[in-house]
């Protein structure tokens, strides 16, 4: 079974600092692992994942994860926040092909917000 | 590109009414999943399936019905609606590279709401 917890609902920065939304999943095999935006009243889109290759993985729009087995962790980061950032976050977890149908399993959601 | 789209994109029905919502993908896609978007919940799994003709259960599979006919669509039904079922619907799709996971496709949602 998977699972996965975000730490946070929401999380505020400024413009300009570093940005980091936490992440802990619980899987029983080699997980798979995802964030995903979502923009108000849109749908969600990938912003990068990792699949047992590097440990680092970099996404689009300048974000970047890695994967700590030892603390069971995903946790995203972006070295400087813009407006635009301003957005929900999803975390996600799967076990391919161990999960028949390579379903995702969610986190909760942290909503970023970016202040000028 | 189309992608993975939804039908129809907002629906008020009174309890007790019936639906379908439509889901289409023209990524000759294997897996389609159903999804529920709740606040502070994040997505929940409704019910998926990994090819035409097969459906299973997710974790809230109670109050829906899905089909899968034909490998490009997949229908979510409601057969007597209820308000907890006011929510907002996502429809995704994905394949399975080797033994790799990919990433799912999402459509632009659904936002239903029940009186």
């Known amino acids: 079974a998977q699972s996965v917890t975000q730490l946070g609902s929401h999380v505020s920065v400024s413009e300009g600092a570093l940005v980091l939304l936490r992440c802990n999943y619980s899987s029983s095999v080699p997980p798979y692992l995802f964030w995903y935006v979502q923009y108000p009243n849109q749908g969600l889109q990938l912003l990068l994942k990792?699949?047992?290759?590097?440990?680092l993985v970099k996404g689009i729009n300048g974000f970047e994860a890695e994967f700590k087995k030892s603390e069971t962790s995903f946790h995203l980061t972006k070295p400087s926040a813009h407006m635009s950032d301003a957005a929900e976050y999803f975390c996600a977890v799967s076990g391919g092909f161990y999960n028949q149908g390579g379903k995702l399993i969610f986190g909760q959601g942290t909503e970023l917000s970016v202040k000028p | 590109n189309a992608g993975v789209t939804q039908t129809p994109k907002f629906r008020v029905l009174k309890t007790g009414q019936s639906m379908t919502l439509l889901c289409a993908q023209d990524?000759?896609?294997?897996?389609m999943y159903w999804y529920r978007q709740d606040p502070g919940m994040g997505l929940r799994l409704i019910h998926y399936?990994?090819?035409?003709?097969?459906?299973a259960k997710g974790e809230v599979p109670d109050g829906y019905n899905v089909s899968r006919l034909k490998k490009q669509n997949f229908l979510l039904g409601l057969e007597s609606a209820a308000p907890s079922q006011t929510s907002v619907y996502f429809c995704?799709?994905?394949?399975?590279?080797?033994?790799?996971?990919?990433?799912?496709?999402f459509g632009q949602g659904t936002r239903l709401t029940v009186v």
């Open positions: 990524m000759n896609h294997e897996y």
């Open positions: 399936s990994v090819g035409e003709g097969t459906t």
């Open positions: 995704a799709s994905s394949y399975t590279y080797g033994l790799e996971n990919t990433e799912a496709f």
């Open positions: 990792y699949t047992s290759a590097a440990t």
